[in-house]
Nanobody, 120 residues
Framework: QVQLVESGGDLVQPGESLRLSCAAS????????MGWYRQAPGKQRELVAT???????NYADSVKGRFTIANDSAKNTVYLQMNNLKPEDTAVYYC??????????????WGQGTQVTVSS
């Protein structure tokens, strides 16, 4: 059974930084892509950043220049460095992974979520 294990969420003040980590277990195969989504109370879940095994990166406009995503495909691990955090970044952050089979069937996996709170 594939599981995504997240860590790094915390309560911080505006302007501070956090680093989130997500490691996949239970699979012998690498993922097509991994990334991060977030969901604030009363809001839709939204994409934050994704990275493919080939290194293609996509960021939400709201985090460009502040957040950096990186991966280690050999370890099926993804990181999110979050700098200059703002109150509007407060949300539950979910790790996401995408696997594609040889038959081009897609499989999606989600972590349990980790709380990031930015407040004075």
């Amino acid at each position: 059974q594939v599981q995504l294990v997240e860590s790094g969420g915390d309560l911080v003040q505006p302007g501070e930084s956090l680093r989130l980590s997500c490691a996949a277990s239970g699979t012998m195969f690498s993922f097509y892509s991994m990334g991060w989504y977030r969901q604030a109370p009363g809001k839709q879940r939204e994409l934050v950043a994704t990275i493919t095994s080939g290194g293609t990166i996509n960021y939400a406009d709201s985090v460009k220049g502040r957040f950096t995503i990186a991966n280690d495909s050999a370890k099926n691990t993804v990181y999110l460095q979050m700098n200059n955090l703002k109150p509007e970044d407060t949300a539950v952050y979910y790790c996401h992974a995408h696997r594609r089979s040889a038959a081009l069937v897609s499989y999606y996996y989600w972590g349990q979520g980790t709380q990031v709170t930015v407040s004075s």
